[in-house]
């Protein structure tokens, strides 16, 4: 399975959520705060070199795409809200952006995730393996489910410091035959809540937190 996910700026929470409220199960409140490693890779193929390991692949379709010595997972700690549970996840992903004719970048991704009781034993071994962390990030969630004739959908209207507010769709598909068709679900749902298409962002969260972070330094802020 992949999970095919879009996100879209929103300028006005209040009258998306009302809008959620039509069409989808509204499922509480949670924060996801997420830390993310980089673990080098011991032994880097050339380019002339040809591998069908699982390891190049994921070198491949690592989140930075510019840097090819390492590979990355997360430790994510999910608080909900309601019963102040604490769930902590650790998340290996192959990571892709594909942009389809009209320019928007849908991603795609092969995720690889379990459940941790603790995650002090995962936190030393990457530190002792030679990782470290390259990002943290925390999303302020409320979370919805939509039926769709891509299957479900699964919506978080979010709140992720300092970028600002998105909603954030991800709808799984069986294989590449079902990409368009999730796309295109999530495009409608965009649509029901008042979301234009130009409102999508193309980048992933850390490169924009990356890109935040250097703006705030070169204007000294």
């Known amino acids: ?28 409140s949670l924060t996801k705060r997420d830390t993310y490693y980089r673990l080098p890779l011991a032994c880097v193929p050339t380019d002339t070199e ?12 690592s989140e930075n795409t510019a840097v090819q010595d390492h590979i990355g997972c997360r430790i994510r700690k999910t608080v909900f809200e309601k019963t102040g549970e604490t769930k902590i996840t650790f998340t290996y992903k192959r990571k ?50 939509a039926e769709t004739e891509a299957g479900a959908a699964h919506i978080e209207l979010c709140t992720v410091p300092p970028l600002g507010d998105f909603l954030e769709i991800e709808i799984l598909a069986k294989d590449d035959a079902h990409t368009e068709d999730a796309k295109r679900a999530i495009l409608s749902i965009f649509k029901n809540c008042g979301i234009d298409e130009s409102a999508i962002e193309n980048r992933y969260y850390n490169d924009m937190l990356d890109e935040k972070a250097r703006a705030n330094t070169a204007s000294g802020g």
């Open 1 to 28: 399975m992949y999970e095919i996910e879009l996100k879209a700026h929103v300028e006005d929470r209040i009258a998306v959520a009302h809008a959620l409220d039509i069409f989808a199960r509204y499922e509480g």
């Open 50 to 61: 040809k591998s069908s390991s699982k390891r190049t692949d994921a070198k491949v379709h």
């Open 96 to 145: 892709e952006l594909r942009k389809d004719e009209s320019g928007i970048a849908i991603e795609v991704n092969d995720e690889k995730e379990c459940l941790l009781s603790d995650s002090d034993a995962i936190e030393s071994f990457i530190k002792d393996a030679g990782g470290g962390i390259s990002h943290i990030k925390e999303k302020i969630i409320k979370e919805w489910y």
